[in-house]
């Protein structure tokens, strides 16, 4: 299967990292490379791109796409969130600009066997990277009904968490739930019908959450956030692209508490912690697609768009 990538507010993040020839940028969800092109043209021959992607799919494909540009590429298979880590490895001193696209990929969605998807029966799944042994069956059948009930109440928000948890326990019983068909199956008996016929698909929120527990996802972001701002070089520019709120919330408390770093009491009439912050505001209210790329991309519906520079001094 071709690895399909439709990079979602491609244009403003391109104007959001605000691009220099020669200049050092990383692309820690590197996925198809559709960003990742976009920086590869614009940092020219003398730049530098570092990739970073958990799926071997994604940075074969990947790599294919980046191959005609003339910059210097480093495609590294590892969690976005060890940035530190790799730029010591490949003796990087910072980054001048990096994006961030959290979630899954259209190509893991798109691709059955996966096992990402409720549209698609398959083996239940859900890894990104397919080296790693926990999986969405393990979640599924090992959990016990108040662990179940947690992931999805806090992970998928599901207002149901219980009732569908109830009924996942209930039928494993007899034999495990092993596929992702079986296990929509069961979401849409939990949910009573009328509920069920609000909006989204009844079974959204129960593999989002699931997905989001096999791959420690939203602990990686709350890492990756304060990684990045470390790394980057003055004026260099953080974008990062989430696409429910439980992400979006994250990014928004880091971006402030980084913004607002003063620790003292309220009540001081001035600061005397001497913390100042290190980086400013690009976008105040986050960015979302314009009606063109609805129309042309549904998935970038709920996508959101946050971006913090790197100050010159601090």
């Known amino acids: 299967m071709d690895f399909k990538h439709k990079p979602v507010l491609f244009r403003e993040c391109m104007e959001g990292l605000r691009i220099r020839p020669g200049g050092t940028y990383?692309?820690?969800?590197?996925?198809?490379?559709g960003h990742a092109a976009g920086i590869a043209e614009g940092i020219g021959p003398q730049g530098l791109l570092l990739g970073i992607d958990r799926d071997a799919d994604a940075l074969e494909a990947a790599g294919k796409r980046l191959a005609p540009f003339p910059c210097r590429k480093i495609l590294v298979q590892r969690t976005y969130a060890e940035i530190r880590e790799i730029l010591k490895e490949q003796d990087i001193p910072g980054l001048d600009g990096a994006i961030l696209d959290i979630g899954v990929s259209s190509f893991q969605l798109d691709n059955a066997e996966r096992g990402f998807s409720y549209m698609q029966d398959a083996p239940l799944d859900m890894r990104m990277n397919r080296d790693d042994a926990f999986t969405a069956y393990d979640v599924v059948n090992g959990y016990d009904k108040k662990q179940l009930t947690a992931i999805i109440r806090n992970y998928g928000e599901e207002k149901w968490a219980s009732r569908i948890a109830e009924f996942i326990v209930r039928e494993r019983t007899d034999s495990p739930i092993a596929t992702t068909g079986r296990l929509t199956e069961v979401i849409k008996a939990a949910i009573p019908a009328g509920a069920r016929r609000e909006g989204h698909h009844p079974a959204k929120k129960t593999f989002q959450a699931i997905r989001i527990e096999v791959n420690g996802e939203l602990d990686q972001l709350k890492e990756a956030v304060d990684a990045y701002c470390d790394v980057l070089l003055p004026g260099g520019r953080l974008c990062i692209i989430t696409f429910h709120s439980l992400e979006d919330r994250i990014?928004?408390?880091?971006f402030n508490k980084r913004l607002n770093p003063c620790t003292c009491p309220k009540d001081l009439p001035v600061c005397i912690c001497g913390k100042v912050p290190d980086v400013k505001k690009v976008t105040g209210k986050p960015i979302v697609a314009g009606d063109d790329e609805l129309e042309e991309n549904p998935r970038s519906r709920s996508a959101k768009l946050r971006v913090i520079e790197k100050?010159?001094?601090i």
């Open 26 to 33: 990383a692309d820690g969800t590197l996925g198809g490379g």
């Open 251 to 254: 990014v928004k408390e880091a």
């Open 311 to 313: 100050r010159q001094t």
